[in-house]
T-cell receptor, first 113, second 118 residues
Framework: DQQVKQNSPSLSVQEGRISILNCDYT??????FLWYKKYPAEGPTFLIS?????DKNEDGRFTVFLNKSAKHLSLHIVPSQPGDSAVYFC????????????FGQGTRLTINP | DTGVSQDPRHKITKRGQNVTFRCDPI?????LYWYRQTLGQGPEFLTY????????KSRLLSDRFSAERPKGSFSTLEIQRTEQGDSAMYLC????????????????FGNGTRLTVT
């Protein structure tokens, strides 16, 4: 039972344009969400998070949107840069339970020059 | 801050052998986690420690797996009688939590130990 789903295994975007990565979840107990970025041969690196009391959180070029009614979140990267090429994982946990993150399968983002 | 360190980076072993991995968390972090990642999937939670206490274990962690954090600093993960299905990337992460029962500080991951069981 995949509680966190990233339905797009890959995404290709032109440099300078917006990248939008999507994530759906099924467990209504989840109320804290994170995005991690992973380069080959490295561990995941934390990017940005959002709690269920918000519907948007922004950090520089990265913005995460949360739609609780649809159980959907998305990560927007604007403008996309070549260094953003990586695998992006969406993760979720119950509030106060960041230790037991449930990850999606990941989306490989490729930024084309 | 030297980050989370894992050793070895790669381990190839024959089925039935025992293996042990080590994780050194970020020094001021009191929580330490083990996750496992297989090809094409995201990391899956295995277990975590608050200081030296192992607070939770996933049902993914069979009785062939044991994790320790004897002095609340580094941790080891041992797999006994390895099986081919144990082949995966084993990730360690750490975080700092200063409130009992509540932890929303992001996890800092190491670069993992890739295990191949032949």
């Amino acid at each position: 039972d995949q509680q966190v789903k990233q339905n797009s295994p890959s995404l290709s975007v032109q440099e300078g344009r917006i990248s939008i990565l999507n994530c759906d979840y099924t467990n209504s107990m989840f109320d804290y969400f994170l995005w991690y970025k992973k380069y080959p041969a490295e561990g995941p690196t934390f990017l940005i998070s959002i709690s269920s009391i918000k519907d948007k959180n922004e950090d520089g070029r990265f913005t995460v949107f949360l739609n609780k009614s649809a159980k959907h979140l998305s990560l927007h990267i604007v403008p996309s840069q070549p260094g953003d090429s990586a695998v992006y994982f969406c993760a979720a946990s119950p509030w106060g339970g960041a230790q037991k993150l449930v990850f999606g399968q990941g989306t490989r983002l490729t930024i084309n020059p | 801050d030297t980050g989370v360190s894992q050793d070895p980076r790669h381990k190839i072993t024959k089925r039935g052998q025992n293996v042990t991995f080590r994780c050194d968390p970020i020094s001021e972090h009191n929580r330490l986690y083990w996750y496992r990642q297989t090809l094409g999937q995201g990391p899956e939670f295995l277990t975590y420690f608050q200081n030296e206490a192992q607070l939770e274990k996933s049902r993914l962690l069979s009785d062939r797996f044991s994790a320790e954090r004897p002095k609340g600093s580094f941790s080891t993960l041992e797999i006994q009688r390895t099986e081919q299905g144990d082949s995966a990337m084993y990730l360690c992460a750490s975080s700092f939590n200063d409130r009992v029962g509540v932890d929303n500080s992001p996890l800092h991951f190491g670069n993992g130990t890739r295990l191949t069981v032949t």
